[in-house]
C-alpha cells in the first residue's frame, strides 16, 4: 500500500512539474494534456487516473503551490483576525513567492482562462481569512465578514496581477510595505472601530 501512495505521490509531482513547466514555455491555452503526459514520460491513461482534465490539473497545482506558501505565512497568522495580512512579513513571503515564480503568474493571470485562475487565488485567500474571522463573532462585526474578506485579497491579488503586468517596477520588500499600509488603513480601521465598541 505504502508503494502504490508513494508512486501515486510521485506521478502527480511529474504531472503538475510538466504543467508549470510547460506554461512558462507555451501559455497554458495551448498546453494539451498529450503535451504534459509526453513530457512527464507518462501515458495519458495514467493522466486521467488522476485528473479529469488539464483545469483539474491546474487548480490542484494551484492549491498546492499556495497550501505550501500559507505553510511558509502560519507564524504571522496566529492571533492575527486578518489571517496573517496585517503584518508585514505575510506579505513579504507573498511576494517572493510571485517573483520567484513571475514567468508562471505573469502568463496566469494573463492569459484568457485567467479568470478560472483570478477567482482560485482570491477564493483561497479569502477561505483564510474567514478562518481567522470566525474568532470575531459576526454580529460585532459592522459589516459582513465576506466584504472584509473579499476587499482584503482584492487588494493582494489586483496589486499582484499590476506588479507583474508592469515588470515589477517596485522591489518585494516596498510592494509588502505598500499592500500592508493600504490594507491596515481600510480593513484595520473596520476591526479597530470593533475593539472601540466593545
Known amino acids: 500500500m505504502r508503494a502504490i501512495d508513494r508512486r501515486t505521490i510521485r506521478t502527480r509531482q511529474w504531472l503538475r512539474d510538466s504543467l508549470l513547466a510547460l506554461i512558462v514555455e507555451k501559455g497554458y491555452e495551448d498546453i494539451t494534456v498529450q503535451d504534459i503526459t509526453e513530457r512527464a514520460d507518462l501515458r495519458r491513461a495514467t493522466f486521467y487516473l488522476h485528473y479529469r482534465n488539464k483545469e483539474d490539473l491546474l487548480l490542484t497545482t494551484l492549491q498546492v503551490m499556495f497550501d505550501a ?75 459582513p465578514p465576506d466584504i472584509l474578506a473579499h476587499y482584503v485579497a482584492g487588494v493582494e491579488l489586483t496589486l499582484i496581477a499590476w506588479w507583474l503586468e508592469n515588470e515589477r517596477p517596485y522591489s518585494v520588500e516596498q510592494m509588502a510595505e505598500y499592500t500592508q499600509r493600504l490594507v491596515l488603513d481600510g480593513a484595520m480601521g473596520v476591526l479597530n472601530s470593533v475593539t472601540i465598541k466593545n
Open 69 to 143: 506558501l500559507v505553510s511558509e505565512i502560519e507564524p504571522t497568522m496566529r492571533g492575527d483576525l486578518l489571517a496573517g495580512k496585517s503584518q508585514i512579513a505575510s506579505f513579504l513571503v507573498t511576494f517572493r513567492h510571485v517573483e520567484q515564480n513571475a514567468a508562471l503568474y505573469r502568463i496566469l493571470l494573463n492569459s484568457p482562462g485567467a479568470v478560472v485562475v483570478t477567482k482560485r487565488i482570491r477564493d483561497y485567500i479569502v477561505g483564510q481569512i474567514h478562518r481567522t474571522l470566525r474568532a470575531v463573532p459576526p454580529q460585532t462585526l459592522p459589516m
